[in-house]
Structure formats: structure tokens, C-alpha cells
């Protein structure tokens, strides 16, 4: 299928998706579901057959306690030989003091299919902080593995910035947090002063993350930091924030909020961006309890200085 014709959405009430494609020749998808009670995976040998591919529940919310309410934001990684899921969970879906009660986990599957291997419970990562947390990804730059994640700091204002440390394993840090982002542009704190989602990808000799912004209604949208390769990624002054979204609400195309994002590639090679979008904006009660954030995927390029060309989100077409 042509880049540009794959059906948007691809995939119906999924938000935050999560697409890798793995060395065997297939896609993996992993999302929010509407009821934030499950992990679900399944997978395809396109990017369109993920649409129709039947999902593989492998993990359930705990009836009580932590990991027991609100299950957000998997993704599913390949880390040294074996499957690692990360998602954010809380063990009460009250608000407190202005936040959700999140914190971030990791089950570890040893098996080659992902979908019908035993899932283990890693338990908790642990952070200094003891905070809201949530929407942690990973990704290998020199041979080192990294955590990336968002965080609320109490001593800052706003819902969550964003943290970056080596990881001594897939489910423990080994070095101390750098927050390399905090929601300040106007365009980040509109509803709610954040910054969450992020992704990394590498192009040339830069290194990307995308992260998204403010409140998850029309206002949501993706901004852009950028660091030399070879820079010590650790130091926060090492990367730099794009004053300007990178993606975000298309009015005439009736695409509203699109955000939390991934990258995968093209059964061509082509670079892809994975995201979530709604196509209205008339939203009764929480946004986050509205089912119908879609996942959509779109192909983009890259500019002559090297930065990533997103445009704009596409208008639907199917459904």
C-alpha cells in the first residue's frame, strides 16, 4: 500500500499507539483501550493489516491495589532478547490534589511471540521521585540504554515534564533523572501545563523527541526537541525545544488534538509518524473518557538541514 493511502484512522478507539516492527517481519501494535483495563498486542505483516488483526489480551488490571485502575499508555519494546511491555498504572482512578495517581511498570515476556508467551510482572520502576508518572519509552544511542518519561515534580509547575537516565536494566535506572523539557510555550499549557508522550528517533547526526503538549482535547499537539549525536544526552542544555508544534490541529481536515505519538517504518522504508486524533471536538465530560481518540499513521520526510517535516494531519478516509 502507498505511503500516503493508508485508511485514516487505522485503527479505531486507540489512543497513545505504540507500532514497532520487529526483525521477523512483523508489525506490532500496542494502545490504550477505551476501558484502561488490559493490554492487548497484536500484529500484522503490514502496516494496514493491523486494522483487521484479531488482539491478544495479555494482562489484566489487579482487582485491588496498585496496577489495579487506569492502565495507560503501554508500549512494547525488544531489549536484549526479550519482550518488555512499559505502561502506566494507578491504584485508584480518583484525582489528588489536581493529578491522576499513575506510576510506571514493566512485564517481561522471554517467549518469540509476544502474543501467546507467559507475561511477567517486573513490578514498579522506581524514580526519586514518588509522583504522578507515566508514558515512559526506550530506545538504545551508543550502545547505552535510555529511559525517557514524563514526571510531575512538585517544586515545578504543571502536570509532568520530561526525564531522561541510563537504565541499568529494562525495568531498573542507573544513573540519577535529567529533566531535558518543562511545559513554558504558550502552546504547552493551555488546560494543562504539560509535557508527556515522548518518542525518540534518530536521523544523520541528530537526535529527535517528540513529545506532546497541554490538554487532551483540540489544544493537544506535538512539539520537538533536538540534540547533536554526539553530545552528552544526560546534560539538559543539550537539547534544544522548537519554539513553534511540530503537529497539531487541522480545522478544515477535522482532525482535533492529534498527539502522543510513535515512529515505525514503512513496509518501503519510509519514516513513519504514529499518533492518535479525534475527529470532532464536541467532548461531554473528561476528554480522557471520550473512546474516540483513533490511531492514525502518516508517512513523512525530512528537510535539507535534516529535521523532520511532519505537515498536517490528514482528513479521514474511512469511516
Not at 505511503?3 to 484512522?9: I, Q, Y
Amino acid at each position: 500500500m502507498h505511503a500516503g493511502l493508508w485508511p485514516n484512522p487505522l485503527i479505531e478507539q486507540r489512543a497513545d499507539p505504540f507500532i514497532y516492527r520487529h526483525h521477523d517481519g512483523y508489525y506490532y501494535f500496542i494502545a490504550s483501550v477505551p476501558e484502561y483495563d488490559r493490554l492487548e498486542i497484536r500484529r500484522a505483516v503490514t502496516l494496514a493489516g493491523l486494522a483487521r488483526a484479531e488482539p491478544a489480551v495479555v494482562w489484566r488490571k489487579h482487582a485491588q491495589g496498585e496496577m489495579s485502575a487506569l492502565i495507560w499508555a503501554p508500549e512494547l519494546h525488544f531489549i536484549e532478547g526479550k519482550w518488555i511491555i512499559y505502561f502506566a498504572a494507578a491504584h485508584s482512578p480518583e484525582i489528588v490534589d489536581g493529578l491522576f495517581q499513575h506510576r510506571m511498570y514493566a512485564l517481561e515476556c522471554g517467549a518469540d511471540n509476544p502474543l501467546t508467551g507467559q507475561w511477567h510482572e517486573r513490578g514498579r520502576i522506581i524514580t526519586p521521585l514518588d509522583t504522578f508518572s507515566l508514558d515512559a519509552t526506550h530506545f538504545v544511542h551508543q550502545d547505552k540504554h535510555y529511559y525517557l518519561w514524563a514526571q510531575k515534580d512538585p517544586a515545578i509547575r504543571g502536570n509532568s515534564n520530561l526525564y531522561l537516565a541510563e537504565m541499568a536494566t529494562p525495568w531498573r535506572l542507573k544513573t540519577p533523572p535529567s529533566m531535558i523539557s518543562r511545559p513554558e510555550l504558550p502552546w504547552e499549557i493551555i488546560g494543562f501545563w504539560v509535557n508527556e508522550g515522548p518518542a525518540f528517533i534518530r536521523h544523520g547526526r541528530r537526535l529527535f523527541i517528540t513529545y506532546s503538549a497541554s490538554a487532551t482535547d483540540e489544544n493537544y499537539c506535538i512539539g520537538l526537541l533536538w540534540a547533536d549525536a554526539d553530545a552528552d544526552i544526560t546534560d539538559p542544555a543539550q537539547w534544544h525545544k522548537l519554539p513553534q508544534p511540530v503537529f497539531r490541529t487541522q480545522w478544515q481536515h477535522r482532525q482535533f488534538g492529534p498527539g502522543h505519538n510513535s515512529f515505525t517504518v514503512g513496509e518501503h522504508g519510509e519514516d513513519v509518524l504514529v499518533y492518535h486524533a479525534r475527529p470532532y471536538t464536541e467532548i461531554t465530560g473528561d476528554p480522557l473518557y471520550d473512546p474516540n481518540r483513533h490511531t492514525r499513521v502518516k508517512a513523512f520526510g525530512w528537510d535539507e538541514e535534516g529535521m523532520p517535516r511532519f505537515g498536517e494531519p490528514p482528513a479521514d478516509t474511512v469511516g
